[in-house]
């Protein structure tokens, strides 16, 4: 089959080289620079490695391309860009609305059309099919789908292949068309009822993290208050064989997901007339925890942070990622600049971020880890600051959150 998937980052371009190695792919992307990269087999993400890349490449199976034009003739388009949140935090489906724009003005022949871009329940019936034929010069009846994306980047035991993919169409054949084009390099395929129980079901997966993180993030600060160990108490209750989970403590949540996908499903309980309180106020809890943290430092190093160097350790979402989208590292800089402190950050993995390179890991009063990479040691941290916090438990020695 030729395929087309609009939008070749994290989530676009591993499932292109999935679908690359049955089918003819061609990856769009707006932006150039990422697309020559691309072509030069270089690639930009962590999970899709440029060897694997070249050799796709020299298949002739991949090509990235910034053509619209590329979607003309095309089977099956795969829709994964971009699902942020507005400065409102409310949903922002403008990346959605445009790629639905390049396919209603280029794809003159009827093709099957999939959304793996995380959005609220109802987003392929009510938003993304109508934003299709509303723009179309003359009426094409494309097929539509939703197999939302669980990707986790950097992870090495679960990926396209073996994790379990939900999918539903908005009529039978769409959704037997879905079967066969995932099924060609997919081994768990899960089909479910409707389009909008898969879309929720995505939401609820992360839903369930952002809370059940706020939760161990607000059991962190009443541990603290109580003089107990937070982390030794989740491993006395991480004992129990069934019916508890255990979920870390940290400075807050980041990625494009589990900070953004929650607020999806806030939006569309509300629009429904249902408050989703645990939502919002597991999102106060989170985007509160730089806050806290700052608050501790102040108080462990004489109540004032004015003037003093602190080193913000690992700036990524999560360790051995590049990824910053939504990093709790951002909001813990404002807390501690707020509160007087000259800071600076850490990260070899991030390299360059807000067009500021990272500094070095020496020479700080104060060292706050956010995220530990492996590359980074603990020993080069401890050696840091005189005063480490560290807020993984990764870093023994220091004072954990
Ligand atoms: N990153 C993850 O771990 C992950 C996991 C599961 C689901 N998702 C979801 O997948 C979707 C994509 O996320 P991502 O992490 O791959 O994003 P990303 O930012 O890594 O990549 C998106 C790409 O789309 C391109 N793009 C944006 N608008 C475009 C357009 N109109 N035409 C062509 N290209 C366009 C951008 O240039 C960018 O390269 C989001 O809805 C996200 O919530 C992400």
């Known amino acids: 089959m030729r395929v087309c998937v609009i939008g070749q980052g994290y989530v676009g371009l591993t499932i292109s080289t999935f679908a690359a190695k049955i089918h003819e792919v061609v990856g769009i ?3 150039d620079e990422v697309v020559s990269q691309l072509n030069m087999g270089i690639s930009h993400i962590e999970g899709v490695s440029s060897e694997k890349l070249k050799l796709l490449l020299h298949s002739g199976k991949y090509r990235a391309s910034v053509e619209e034009s590329a979607l003309i003739g095309t089977d099956i388009v795969v829709i994964a860009v971009p699902t942020p949140l507005d400065s409102n935090r409310k949903p922002d489906l403008s990346y959605i609305d445009s790629a639905c724009q390049m ?10 059309i999939i959304n793996e871009s995380t959005s609220f329940p109802g987003t392929i019936r009510n938003y993304i099919k109508p934003a299709i034929e509303k723009r179309q010069k003359k009426i094409i009846e494309h097929q539509y789908s939703i197999s939302p994306e669980r990707v986790d980047p950097g992870r090495e035991d679960f990926n396209q292949k073996n994790t379990a993919r939900l999918y539903a169409g908005l009529t039978p054949e769409a959704t037997a068309r879905t079967r066969e084009f995932y099924s060609s390099f997919c081994d768990n395929l899960v089909e479910v009822s409707s389009p909008e129980v898969a879309e929720a079901a995505k939401l609820f997966e992360n839903t369930f993290r952002q809370v059940n993180i706020a939760l161990v993030n607000e059991l962190a600060q009443i541990s603290h208050a109580l003089g107990i ?3 030794e108490t989740l491993n006395a209750a991480g004992t129990k ?3 508890f989970m255990k979920f870390a403590p940290s400075a807050g949540v980041g990625g494009h997901c589990i900070p953004v996908d929650p607020s999806y499903l806030a939006d569309v309980a509300e629009k429904a007339g249902v408050q989703a309180t645990f939502i919002q106020r597991a999102n106060e809890v989170n985007l509160d925890m730089p806050k806290y943290i700052a608050g ?4 462990d190093n004489g109540g004032s942070l004015k003037g003093k160097k602190v080193l913000v350790v690992g700036v990524a979402y999560k360790p051995n990622v590049a990824d910053t989208r939504e990093t709790p590292a951002a909001l813990l800089i404002t807390a501690l600049e707020n509160l007087g402190a000259i ?3 850490n990260d070899p993995v991030v390299g360059s ?3 500021n390179d990272s500094m070095a890991l020496s020479g700080a009063d104060i060292a706050v880890v956010v995220t530990k990479h492996d590359v980074v040691s603990e020993a080069e941290i401890l050696k840091s600051a005189p005063y480490v916090f560290d807020t993984t438990g990764k870093v023994k020695g220091a004072v954990q959150l």
């Not at 396919?103 to 099957?112: D, G, M, Q, V, Y």
């Not at 501790?296 to 108080?299: A, G, I, M, N, W």
């Open 29 to 31: 992307d707006r932006n």
């Open 103 to 112: 396919i209603a003005e280029n794809l003159t022949t009827p093709a099957l």
């Open 229 to 231: 160990d937070v982390r």
């Open 241 to 243: 064989p069934y019916g």
């Open 296 to 299: 501790r430092v102040e108080k």
């Open 343 to 345: 800071v600076s950050w």
């Open 353 to 355: 971020w807000h067009g």
